[in-house]
């Protein structure tokens, strides 16, 4: 009997393992034309410590360790509605006008979070602005509780992707 019981046991851990491997992966990709030069729209988006100068969610960054457009530097945001999210800078390429990170713990229905922030020169006087990322939903179960599935999380990461582009745009045309 408990060599069968330690039989259901191992299956049953196995197959929770399996479940949290098999959650989908997802990406979101949302793209602005900026009518500005790209190394203007570079400047207002590459301070890794100040997300809130062009993200309108964004009430305060704070940088936890390292800095400025150092890779491992661990930031703060404090959102407008109180809510925290800790990320880490994972790449930063000046020439690129591009920077990658992580989000190691937060509120937003993600898990395994990375994205990329890109600014491209289209022409002289228009800039596109690429943000895309890559992750799983919070709750990797089977069946993952209401707010933390694939749909929140596509939705919320668009949504706080679309927010930020649009108030860029603005704020640099």
Same mark, same amino acid.
């Given at each position: 009997?408990?060599?069968?019981?330690?039989? +259901?046991?191992?299956?049953?851990?196995?197959?929770?393992?399996?479940? &949290?491997? %098999?959650? /989908? !992966?997802?990406?979101?990709?949302?793209?602005?034309?900026?009518?500005?030069?790209?190394?203007?729209?570079?400047?207002?988006?590459?301070?890794?410590?100040?997300?809130?100068?062009?993200?309108?969610?964004?009430?305060?960054?704070?940088?936890?360790?390292?800095?400025?457009?150092?890779?491992?530097?661990?930031?703060?945001?404090? +959102?407008?509605?109180?809510?925290?999210?800790?990320?880490?800078?994972? &790449?930063? %390429?000046? /020439? !690129?006008?591009?920077?990658?990170?992580?989000?190691?713990?937060?509120?937003?229905?993600?898990?395994?979070?990375?994205?990329?922030?890109?600014?491209?020169?289209?022409?002289?006087?228009?800039?596109?602005?690429?943000?895309?990322?890559?992750?799983?939903?919070?709750?990797?179960?089977?069946?993952?509780?209401?707010?933390?599935?694939?749909?929140?999380?596509?939705?919320?990461?668009?949504?706080?992707?679309?927010?930020?582009?649009?108030?860029l745009k603005k704020i640099s045309e």
């Amino acid at each position: 009997m408990k060599f069968h019981n330690a039989i +259901l046991g191992l299956f049953f851990s196995a197959s929770l393992v399996a479940n &949290a491997a %098999d959650a /989908n !992966k997802l990406k979101v990709e949302e793209k602005v034309e900026v009518n500005a030069n790209a190394a203007q729209v570079w400047e207002k988006v590459n301070k890794f410590g100040d997300l809130g100068a062009w993200h309108p969610a964004v009430a305060n960054t704070t940088i936890q360790s390292g800095a400025e457009a150092k890779v491992g530097t661990v930031r703060v945001l404090t +959102l407008q509605d109180g809510g925290k999210i800790t990320e880490e800078l994972k &790449a930063y %390429d000046t /020439n !690129k006008k591009m920077f990658t990170y992580r989000i190691i713990e937060g509120v937003l229905p993600v898990s395994h979070y990375i994205s990329t922030v890109q600014v491209t020169s289209l022409a002289s006087n228009k800039t596109l602005v690429t943000w895309v990322g890559h992750f799983q939903r919070k709750d990797l179960s089977a069946t993952p509780a209401q707010g933390q599935d694939d749909a929140a999380a596509v939705n919320t990461i668009t949504a706080v992707y679309r927010a930020g582009l649009d108030n860029l745009k603005k704020i640099s045309e």
